[in-house]
């Protein structure tokens, strides 16, 4: 699935993988791989801007912490983040259902 | 040049500030640390940066624009009308009365610059960040400070250079007779003990020179009708 296919539910997909835990970067994006057995071909690096538009929209927070030795930004989905997801999960049920339907 | 510094220009090139750079290049070190040689998968350097710039470059700049530009112009409003209220409480008239008017217009030009925010949501359709609106509460709260110190001064200048002025208005009025009929009856003196001022103006009459006040009919001279009889006003001749 190209970057372009994405755009729009990178906001949602990087959501759902902080709702079990909080995370850096590069597990989000790693859980990203995982989750989607891989079938995501998007730039690594556009990851960063859309956690930082999540964080500064209040549906993630962040914060500083050493692990190994490493300053590593984690994030956490806030309240209203998780809320989003629910309501993204069921935009997206809608949507995909209408979508099997003209497709057939 | 590594890919990391490349970035850096870039972020540096497109106005991210250094805080919000210096954050960005931490994450992307460590993710590059994370996977050594990851770097292609990262993406361009140039097209990073611009997505940056667009996700965070135009909050950042609104950021500024909320509460920087507020503060630079309290700043100034402070100064102003710190001097305002100095030149209140010295001797000198002028200073007195551009004091009073710089502290007259200061509130309002807090209450403009304190709006830019309101101005900026309703332009932008994007609410304040959390920086955006703790600095703009800040900056209405000096605004609030500094209004009521403005009017505080404002009425302490009503106080010193308001008397003055209803003085003022009082020597203006000798014009005033001109313009009254010539064949009106002179009114008759008050003796209920008024202030000379308003006995002047409920006459209608001409002031003593240096003094507000004062009833016509000690200007006139007696007109003398017949040898040691005076005339008296409103009689028959």
Not at chain 1, 23 to 39: F, V
Not at chain 1, 42 to 63: K, N
Not at chain 1, 72 to 99: C, M, P
Not at chain 2, 91 to 118: C, E, N, Q
Request: hydrophobic share 40%; charged share 25%.
């Amino acid at each position: 699935v190209k970057t372009d296919t994405l755009n729009g539910q990178l906001d949602p997909l990087i959501l759902a993988t902080l709702a079990e835990e909080p995370a850096h970067g590069y597990a989000i994006l790693q859980r990203l791989k995982h989750r989607s057995g891989g079938a995501f071909d998007l730039a690594e690096g556009t990851i960063y801007p859309a956690l930082h538009r999540l964080e500064r929209d209040g549906l993630l927070s962040s914060s500083w912490s050493a692990q190994n030795g490493r300053r590593r930004r984690v994030y956490t989905l806030t309240r209203a983040g998780r809320a989003t997801l629910i309501q993204r999960r069921r935009d997206w049920l809608e949507f995909a259902h209408a979508v099997e339907a003209v497709l057939g | 040049m590594s890919w990391l510094s490349q970035l850096s220009d870039e972020l540096r090139a497109r106005g991210v500030p250094s805080r919000e750079r210096h954050r960005i290049l931490a994450e992307l070190h460590d993710h590059i640390a994370s996977e050594p040689g990851c770097e292609p998968r990262l993406g361009d350097p140039d097209g990073l940066a611009s997505q940056f710039a667009d996700e965070i470059g135009l909050e950042l700049q609104a950021i500024d624009f909320s509460s920087v530009l507020p503060g630079r112009w309290l700043a100034l409003i402070g100064t102003l009308a710190g001097v305002a209220g100095a030149g209140l409480l010295t001797a000198s008239a002028t200073l007195r009365r551009s004091g009073t008017l710089v502290a007259g217009t200061a509130g309002s030009a807090g209450d403009v610059f304190d709006d830019i925010p309101l101005i900026r949501w309703a332009w932008l359709r994007r609410p304040p960040g959390r920086l955006g609106a703790a600095a703009s509460l800040l900056a209405g709260l000096a605004v609030t400070l500094f209004e009521w110190r403005a009017d505080r001064s404002v009425a302490e200048g009503l106080q010193r250079g308001g008397v003055r002025s209803i003085r003022g208005g009082c020597r203006l009025s000798p014009a005033w007779p001109r313009h009254r009929r010539r064949d009106a009856p002179p009114a008759r003196r008050r003796r209920d003990g008024a202030p000379s001022r308003f006995r002047f103006t409920a006459t209608g009459g001409r002031p003593r020179s240096g003094a507000c006040g004062g009833h016509p009919a000690r200007q006139l001279r007696p007109r003398q009708t017949e040898p040691g009889r005076a005339h008296r006003p409103g009689g028959a001749d």
